[in-house]
């Protein structure tokens, strides 16, 4: 089994929490909310304030390719003054929990642009990972029970966003979140050759409201060999019907993917941007206790550049291994 773990860390010493946190304390001043339009205008420039050295070190994790998240460790959430996790992601929330949402955009914007989904949680930029009753054995982030399947985000769309930014709050039992890298070498050559062809079907999630596009055929891997790029989906993706050779590879890569997904559990400050080129996502299953105390993860989806994820500037989808 591959166990490549590319999670570049940067651990921020306490000074540099205070900073951040202080920062983010300004900005929670200043502006209405961690998504108002006004905050979204400023903040890739307010968060050169943050500390240098964090700052350097995801720079240079910016421009790995290879690398399958970055990972800043050490903010500060106080517990104390965070509301209960809230039993549904409508729920209003603490000024401590609306702080969080200003600590992550502005360590997001260190890597890009925010950018969200109208027909996913309300049109929100800011949304929240947390066990919803009733959800538990659903296929989408809400769930607990059962596993979340590995994915890469929104993997249905050409404007999926290149990180999937998480910034934890609670992870009481420690519940991993999972990633899986691909290996085209390690691939027989046939199926290597069809995977990058545009041959595969990946429906929307059940995190949208449906039918909100008809899914387009597309390749499931691109991009060099040693850092290959991934759109595909466990639960979403499949071969268009009829090609029995693109759905013998497909089940080829899913079964890679499966050897090699490695649980990585968040702690309370820790922020994660999982590189959605890269590598897929998921979440081990666990058991949500409805107390006010269960895992809860806030989220924002990023674009490198977001020229190009606007409709009509596709991302580059049809490199080829090379
Ligand atoms: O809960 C997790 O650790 C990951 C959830 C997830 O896949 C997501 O929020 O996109
Ligand atoms: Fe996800």
């Given at each position: ?8 860390r ?6 540099e ?46 421009l ?17 003054l965070l ?55 659903t296929?989408?982030s ?12 929104d ?6 966003a ?16 999972t ?23 990946t ?17 499931v891997l ?6 290959a790029?991934?759109r ?37 400050g ?10 897929v ?11 006010g105390?269960?895992?809860w993860?806030?989220r ?23």
């Amino acid at each position: 089994m591959l166990v490549n773990t590319r999670v570049v860390r940067i651990a921020l010493d306490r000074e540099e929490a205070k900073l951040a946190r202080a920062l983010a304390l300004n900005c929670a001043d200043e502006y209405l909310a961690a998504d108002s339009p006004e905050f979204l205008a400023e903040v890739n420039v307010i968060a050169h304030e943050l500390p240098v050295a964090p700052r350097r070190a995801v720079n240079r994790a910016r421009l790995d390719d290879g690398k399958h998240a970055v990972l800043v460790t050490g903010n500060i959430v106080r517990d104390d003054l965070l509301n209960d996790t809230p039993a549904h992601w409508r729920a209003p929330q603490s000024e401590e929990a609306r702080l969080s949402g200003f600590t992550l955009m502005l360590w997001a914007a260190l890597l890009g642009d925010a950018i969200a989904w109208t027909t996913q949680q309300e049109g929100r930029i800011l949304t929240d990972v947390l066990p919803v009753a009733g959800h538990e054995q659903t296929t989408v982030s809400s769930s607990s029970r059962k596993e979340l399947s590995w994915h890469t985000e929104d993997a249905f769309s050409p404007y999926r966003a290149d990180y999937v930014g998480l910034y934890c709050l609670r992870n009481p039992d420690r519940t991993p979140t999972t990633l899986a890298a691909a290996d085209p070498l390690a691939l027989p050559g046939w199926a290597c050759e069809a995977l990058t062809q545009s041959r595969f079907l990946t429906r929307p999630d059940d995190a949208h409201d449906q039918d909100v596009t008809r899914p387009e055929t597309g390749p499931v891997l691109t991009g060099p060999a040693d850092a290959a790029v991934l759109r595909i989906d466990r639960d979403c993706t499949a071969a268009v019907p009829g090609d029995e050779e693109a759905r013998a590879a497909l089940e080829l890569i899913f079964g890679q993917l499966d050897a090699n997904l490695y649980d990585f559990a968040l702690a309370p400050g820790d922020v994660i941007f999982v590189d959605n080129r890269n590598v897929v996502h998921g979440r081990r299953p666990f058991r949500a206790r409805y107390d006010g105390r269960d895992r809860w993860l806030r989220r924002v989806n990023v674009a490198a550049d977001l020229r190009r994820t606007r409709p009509g500037r596709r991302s580059d989808d049809d490199r080829r291994i090379g």
